[in-house]
């Protein structure tokens, strides 16, 4: 498969997941699901998402409710892409948790600097 093309995909699903999650989670007062990234499988079939989730607790608990009702996130997922590929793949989703290893890294940096003092 085209890398070229495989990323135009990749990028597009990304695109449209965010703003499903976005929809859904306008309901939901004070939490946040971004699209971090979204890997496709070579032959398209399976789709990749990394979610982060805000508030970061309750991460856990959004992925598993995220991941039983995978099927009404497909399909409105085809509602939307389904003119721009053939098939509509198979979605995993998975927890991006960087943003709190990031975090967690700088507090330590930060506890360094005052231990230093």
């Known amino acids: 498969m085209d890398t070229k093309r495989l990323h135009k995909i990749e990028r597009l699903i990304q695109k449209d997941l965010g703003e499903i999650f976005l929809m ?3 309901q939901m007062h004070g939490v946040l699901v971004s699209v971090t990234n979204v890997r496709m499988s070579p032959d398209l079939s399976l789709s990749k998402a990394y979610l982060s989730i805000f508030p970061s607790e309750k991460g856990k608990e959004i992925l ?3 991941n ?3 099927k009404s996130v497909r ?5 939307r892409i389904g003119k721009q590929v053939r098939r509509i793949p ?3 989703f998975f ?12 507090h330590l940096l930060n506890h360094d600097k005052e231990n230093d003092r």
Do not use: C, P
């Open 75 to 79: 399909y409105e997922l085809g509602l």
């Open 95 to 106: 927890l991006d948790d960087s943003l709190d290893y990031l975090d967690n890294i700088d």
């Open 24 to 26: 859904q989670t306008k």
């Open 68 to 70: 039983s009702h995978k």
């Open 90 to 92: 198979e979605l995993a």
């Open 64 to 66: 598993n409710n995220i």
